[in-house]
């Protein structure tokens, strides 16, 4: 299937309202904060960007203001850094497409002049627990994510439904769900029991906000001594579709830590974003990476979506191309590190299906890799430019709500992707666990398919096995069909319409064929 057939299937799947997930319950219920009048009332308070960097004394932040900012500065040079560079590999690989601002290009960039405008500002558009997290620093807790996107100041209300004039990034503020120092009552347990307890009551707007700023409340306890990191995803070109060219964006993926003792934000590399270019041009460092990776216990790890790959693997900033469709290509970002990809591949085929065989004699059972098909997904889908590549709306898996919006209840705005959504399942799991002080379960399946632990509650919708669910086609002979895809079916009066003969990875639609 062409990309602007995938694309246009998604954004039918991402928009449609009974794909909102705004029913009674909704799946994001003690997880995350989606309620728009409730998230305006934060913004102006406590929880807005200036608040948190501790810039002012609450006034809104205009973006002139936060990139003059010293903390911050260093991240607008490192953008600016990264545009530079997209700039010279285009030229030197497209020499005859233009690129520059505007609709008269072909490669039409994003406007840096509005990312450092006094006309446009950072807009808390959601907050979401990631406590899901808590294996990468259990001392923390996990994470609490506060989500802003870039929207103009003033502008006239765009669309039909009145939507703010909001620009394609957003800046993730990061934060330990228990900071350095709290007090010994902050237990990861009682945290988890505050999100939960709001989660279960029938609350909207100032009321919700009241809630969730109470001396018991989840985000008592949640400021500006918490602050992690902060990641930013900006969509840095559009093509638009024409004769010559598919419809296609390029979104740009940069982390940035804080040092506290310098007031700092500093360029990190990526969690688990394999530095494929480096790797695929040194020979040492790609033996290196094959034998950690297939080590059978980073094998495990890699296989329950837990793995944290060593720094030297990884890049400082990635770029997701949107949309990829199902069949594999350069755009992944895995792409030439698998057998059958490119002249001189990391793994071959017959080295992972080694690694899985001792991991077998070793007693591991592996959840999702039982092929090397599924072995070369989850070297995609372990990435940042991978799982924004997978079921995302764009390449975004939180655009957030637009609470200044004519109409910000409006429930056919989605606030975020179906990747987002099925996995609402597992993170609500992982906080029950954590409150009752049981073992914790912090495993992930495949982007493309939520891990349902049990429940029930996605059977039938299009994050599980409903019209518009990723699925493999399975061939009439057992033997012939992947075993890390066998559970990927479809409901019933649905089949699996295959999208990429090679991977029989496709959408479940009305009809057979």
């Known amino acids: 299937m062409g990309s602007l057939r995938y694309l246009l299937a998604v954004l039918a799947l991402a928009l449609s309202p009974l794909n909102s997930a705004q029913s009674a319950p909704p799946l994001e219920r003690g997880a995350a904060i989606t309620d728009p009048l409730a998230l305006r009332e934060l913004d102006r308070g406590l929880f807005g960007l200036a608040r948190m960097l501790s810039a002012s004394s609450g006034e809104p932040l205009t973006d002139s203001a936060l990139f003059a900012l010293p903390a911050v500065a260093s991240i607008r040079k490192s953008l600016d850094d990264e545009f530079e560079r997209y700039i010279e590999r285009h030229k030197s690989r497209l020499a005859n497409e233009t690129i520059g601002v505007g609709p008269q290009f072909d490669f039409q960039l994003f406007d840096r002049e509005q990312l450092y405008s006094q006309a446009t500002r950072f807009v808390l558009a959601g907050i979401v627990n990631r406590m899901d997290r808590a294996f990468v620093a259990p001392d923390s807790c996990g994470e609490i994510r506060l989500i802003y996107r870039l929207t103009q100041i003033d502008a006239p209300p765009v669309g039909d439904h009145g939507a703010s004039a909001r620009l394609p990034m957003t800046l993730n503020l990061v934060l330990k769900a228990r900071a350095d120092g709290s007090a010994a009552a902050l237990t990861c347990a009682t945290i988890a029991r505050r999100w939960l307890d709001t989660g279960n009551a029938p609350l909207t707007g100032a009321a919700l906000a009241d809630r969730l700023r109470a001396p018991d409340g989840p985000l008592a306890s949640i400021g500006p001594g918490n602050i992690e990191r902060i990641e930013t995803n900006l969509q840095i070109v559009h093509v638009a579709q024409s004769p010559q060219h598919e419809f296609r964006t390029d979104y740009l993926l940069k982390v940035f830590d804080y040092d506290r003792k310098a007031n700092v934000f500093e360029e990190a590399t990526l969690e688990d974003q394999i530095d494929r270019e480096r790797l695929l041009s040194d020979e040492k460092l790609k033996g290196e990476f094959k034998a950690w990776l297939l080590d059978p216990s980073h094998l495990a790890e890699f296989d329950r979506g837990t793995v944290l790959i060593p720094q030297e693997f990884l890049a400082k900033a990635a770029i997701a191309p949107i949309p990829i469709g ?186 057979n064929r």
């Not at 792409?335 to 992972?352: H, Y």
């Not at 098909?373 to 957030?400: E, K, S, V, W």
């Not at 209840?409 to 990747?419: D, E, G, L, M, R």
Request: with cysteine.
């Open 326 to 511: 199902f069949s594999a290509s350069p755009s992944q970002p895995s792409f030439g590190l698998m057998q059958g990809e490119g002249d001189n591949p990391v793994f071959s085929n017959a080295e992972v299906v080694t690694a899985l065989q001792k991991a077998a004699a070793r007693g591991i059972k592996l959840q999702n890799i039982r092929s090397v098909a599924g072995f070369a997904r989850r070297l995609n889908d372990i990435t940042c430019a991978g799982c924004h590549q997978t079921r995302g709306i764009g390449g975004f898996h939180f655009p957030g709500v637009d609470w200044m919006a004519q109409n910000p209840n409006n429930a056919t705005i989605v606030p975020a992707s179906p990747h987002f959504f099925g996995d609402q399942v597992r993170r609500r799991e992982i906080l029950t666990e954590i409150q009752d002080g049981k073992a914790v379960d912090f495993s992930r399946g495949f982007s493309e398919r939520p891990q349902l632990r049990g429940s029930h509650e996605l059977a039938g919708t299009e994050y599980d096995d409903g019209w518009g669910a990723h699925c493999y086609g399975a061939r009439p002979k057992a033997a012939d069909n992947d075993k890390s895809y066998t559970a990927w079916g479809c409901a019933k009066g649905l089949s699996c319409q295959v999208m990429s003969e090679a991977s029989r990875m496709g959408m479940c639609f009305v009809g």
